[in-house]
């Protein structure tokens, strides 16, 4: 008995090393050096400023710019694709030829890659790019290009429809899952009392998918706040960090100024925000 639980420890011993090597040891270091003024520029003067990095943080308006754009951001990409993933997965429900077909095309944005797909929509929203071309030399709907990189509000909406058509195949795959597990019967039930389709879905399809739903959710949400490379290769944060997202703040501190402390401080405000948001969402999800 005692040889198979040695057995049992040693079976564990090289994933338990790895995830203390390469996760708690960096996080439990990265925690230190916030609490130092240290710079890559210069490794051999690290002092102890205790809170200020945490402090620097919260005075630095570019922050709350950041905050401010994941808010937007989250609040436009996580609803848009769990309502479009939603409606995918519920008209793909099917075990047809076509169904799979539309099922892989939805997938593809999924596995392309974000470098890829953010140097794609770089070259549609350009002010030559094709969007307005389309606007303006097709359609006729402007008089004018609009500088959809140059105006932060405008760049935000472009991001969150990349986020949108990245992510919705993801949130299919994962509503097909559950949708496939909802009793038949409920829905013949619901066809002999003369409910619609509309009917259908509000109070069968969505309180028997609550679970998926909240899942989707937490990880979707989760996701938003770690937008990065969207953000660092379609705007770079600019014009005069009006885009820049935590993610890429946290780039431009801790490789660009090599301001190490500072970035670090930025990467626990940055876990404790997410923490909180998780918390609140599963409390809301108990209490209903």
């Not at 338990?16 to 890559?40: A, G, M, Q, T």
């Not at 986020?163 to 039930?189: C, F, H």
Request: with cysteine; hydrophobic share 55%; charged share 15%.
């Amino acid at each position: 008995m005692r040889h198979n639980k040695w057995d049992g420890y040693l079976f564990l011993a090289p994933g338990f090393i790895f995830f203390c090597v390469f996760l708690v040891y960096p996080l439990l270091h990265n925690w230190v050096y916030s609490f130092f003024d240290f710079k890559l520029s210069n490794l051999n003067e690290a002092s102890f400023v205790g809170l200020d990095n945490y402090r620097r943080v919260f005075r630095d308006p570019v922050f709350w710019i950041s905050v401010r754009n994941i808010l937007i951001y989250g609040v436009i990409s996580v609803p848009g694709q769990m309502i479009l993933g939603f409606a995918a997965a519920y008209a793909l429900n099917r075990a047809d030829l076509w169904s799979k077909l539309f099922r892989t095309l939805y997938f593809l944005p999924v596995i392309t890659s974000w470098v890829v797909a953010s140097l794609i929509f770089t070259f549609i929203v350009t002010d030559q790019g094709l969007l307005n071309y389309l606007i303006v030399d097709v359609f006729h709907l402007a008089d004018e290009r609009i500088g959809w990189l140059s105006d932060p509000w405008k760049a935000m909406i472009v991001l969150s429809m990349l986020g949108i058509w990245k992510g919705v195949g993801w949130a299919m795959v994962i509503y097909l899952a559950a949708l496939q597990g909802v009793p038949k019967d409920l829905y013949e039930s619901a066809d002999l009392d003369g409910c619609g389709p509309l009917q259908r879905i509000w109070h069968i399809t969505l309180p028997s998918i609550r679970s998926t739903n909240f899942f989707i959710q937490i990880m979707l949400i989760i996701g938003a706040f770690n937008v990065f490379t969207s953000v660092f290769l379609i705007t770079k944060g600019g014009p005069l960090h009006q885009t820049e997202v935590m993610l890429t703040w946290m780039y431009q501190k801790a490789f660009t100024e090599y301001d190490l402390g500072y970035a670090s401080a930025l990467s626990y405000v940055f876990a404790l925000l997410i923490a909180l948001l998780t918390a609140i969402q599963f409390k809301w999800n108990r209490s209903n």
